[in-house]
């Protein structure tokens, strides 16, 4: 049974920066393009940030230019590099496949807020 953990939430003020990881057990992970998402309160669950196989990326216009996605193969995890924080970022990030199929961890909790 494939398990994702994320971890690197916390608190921050608006323009500071987090590096959030991901780690997944139980899954050959090479194998899957992978996602961070977030879901703020009273939002859908949303896809902010993607990472193929082979490294190539895509990200949602509300973090382009803000985020780095990232990926150790070896590790089994993929990063997420947020600077420039603002409020709206504020939300729960989980990590997936593009397509969701794994079970859902718990997230990270990111609050922005001065």
């Known amino acids: 049974q494939v398990q994702l953990v994320e971890s690197g939430g916390g608190l921050v003020r608006p323009g500071g920066s987090l590096r959030l990881s991901c780690a997944a057990s139980?899954?050959?992970?090479?194998?899957?393009?992978m996602g961070w998402y977030r879901q703020a309160p009273g939002y859908q669950r949303g896809l902010v940030a993607a990472?193929?196989?082979?490294?190539?990326?895509t990200y949602a216009d509300s973090v382009k230019g803000r985020a780095t996605i990232t990926r150790d193969n070896a590790k089994n995890t993929v990063y997420l590099q947020m600077n420039n924080l603002k409020p709206e970022d504020t939300a729960i990030y989980s990590c997936?496949?593009?397509?969701?199929?794994?079970?859902w961890g718990q997230g990270t909790q990111v609050t922005v807020s001065s």
């Open positions: 997936n496949t593009v397509n969701a199929d794994f079970s």
């Open positions: 139980g899954t050959m992970f090479g194998n899957y393009a």
């Open positions: 990472i193929t196989r082979g490294g190539s990326t």
